[in-house]
């Protein structure tokens, strides 16, 4: 197993987490004379990553550390030890089409949704808590009627009312029922989509201008946690998180081996308290009572 070196864009992971691949060297002739076969390439597997920090985290004293980033290296990579590993950073939407064309390609987190449909999903590894709405703290008094008693705002209402932008980064699954949502919306002057590798850094720069007023994003995204929060009254309480590959001949063998790690109890709990460690200490609690409730989701 070894990491190999992409075309553009890669990720210094730390190569301690590799195994170093025996070479075994043979004479030309000795092949020759035993008739052995040519050695075959290793099998490869092209991981795709969005900078979404707290999932992925590309730069500062966290650089590599998000959940996913340490699902990747510390459960999957390691344990898929007949594949050559190459990982890409790149924007959510590219990544979106990598998993389309590129036979190989995987992305170790992501959630499913109606237009995934050309990518083959493992088993479920974590429950993680559905994406909400951050504001400036003086924007409580313009989205105040659009909250529940529940203290939930309603993000078809507020995209239906027209008044106030909504900041997402294009290409990237807020989950099913939000995407559905956001689709109805699409090329309305309400929603602002932002495309590129720091879209989250952007989003929140955006935010403070004041040229948006609102950001879907995750409660555990540390960009945000300056920002007031609140959850969605349009969805679930709780996401699955699933590693994904091209619907292709390698995809679905990658997916199988992936299926094998993930059915280790302990594996699941790696993830789980990979997630936690990017948690406020007030939803660490919320977050194990998701865990709890989607227990029926896993498979041993």
Same mark, same amino acid.
């Given at each position: 197993m070894k990491i190999s070196p992409c075309r553009k864009q890669c990720h210094d992971y730390p190569m301690s987490i590799f195994r170093k691949p025996r070479t075994i060297l043979i004479k030309a002739g000795?092949?020759?004379? @035993?008739?052995?076969?040519?050695?075959?390439?290793?099998? %490869?597997?092209?991981? &795709?990553?969005? !900078? =979404? $920090?707290? =999932?992925?985290?590309?730069?500062?004293?966290?650089?590599?550390?998000?959940?996913? !980033?340490?699902?990747?290296? %510390?459960?999957?990579?390691?344990?898929l030890s007949k594949y050559e590993h190459k990982i890409q950073i790149v924007p959510?939407?590219?990544?979106?089409?990598? @998993?389309?064309?590129?036979? /190989?390609?995987?992305?170790?987190?992501?959630?499913?949704?109606?237009?995934?449909? #050309?990518? =083959?999903?493992?088993?479920? &590894?974590?429950?993680?808590?559905s994406p909400g709405i951050f504001g400036l703290k003086d924007s409580e008094a313009t989205t105040k009627r659009f909250e529940s008693k529940l203290g939930q705002l309603n993000l078809q209402q507020i995209l /239906? !009312?027209?008044k106030l932008t909504v900041g997402v980064v294009a290409g990237r699954s807020y989950g099913a029922d939000m995407d559905k949502i956001l689709a109805s919306?699409?090329? /309305? $002057?309400?929603? &602002?989509?932002?495309? #590129?590798?720091?879209?989250?850094?952007?989003?929140?720069?955006?935010?403070? /201008?004041?040229?948006?007023? @609102?950001? @879907?994003?995750?409660? &555990? %995204? $540390?960009? *945000?946690?300056? *920002?007031? *929060?609140?959850?969605?009254?349009?969805?679930?309480?709780?996401?699955? =998180?699933?590693?994904?590959c091209a619907r292709s001949d390698e995809g679905k063998e990658i997916i199988a081996d992936i299926n094998k790690i993930l059915r280790q109890p302990s594996v699941r709990e790696a993830a789980r308290k990979y997630f936690e460690s990017w948690l406020k200490k007030e939803h660490v609690v919320l977050a194990k009572n998701v865990q709890e409730k989607a227990k029926r989701e896993f498979k041993d």
């Open positions: 000795l092949l020759l004379t @035993l008739g052995a076969p040519p050695a075959q390439a290793a099998k %490869e597997i092209h991981w &795709y990553l969005a !900078d =979404v $920090p707290a =999932v992925h985290v590309a730069n500062g004293e966290r650089k590599n550390q998000g959940f996913v !980033d340490q699902m990747l290296t %510390e459960q999957l990579i390691p344990k959510a939407a590219r990544r979106e089409g990598m @998993l389309k064309s590129d036979t /190989k390609s995987c992305a170790p987190g992501l959630f499913k949704n109606g237009d995934r449909g #050309s990518i =083959v999903f493992s088993s479920p &590894y974590l429950a993680a808590l /239906k !009312d027209g919306y699409a090329g /309305k $002057p309400n929603i &602002y989509q932002i495309n #590129s590798r720091d879209a989250v850094d952007s989003l929140k720069k955006m935010l403070l /201008k004041k040229r948006i007023d @609102l950001v @879907l994003a995750n409660p &555990y %995204e $540390p960009g *945000f946690l300056e *920002f007031t *929060f609140w959850p969605l009254a349009d969805q679930p309480d709780y996401m699955l =998180v699933y590693a994904a």
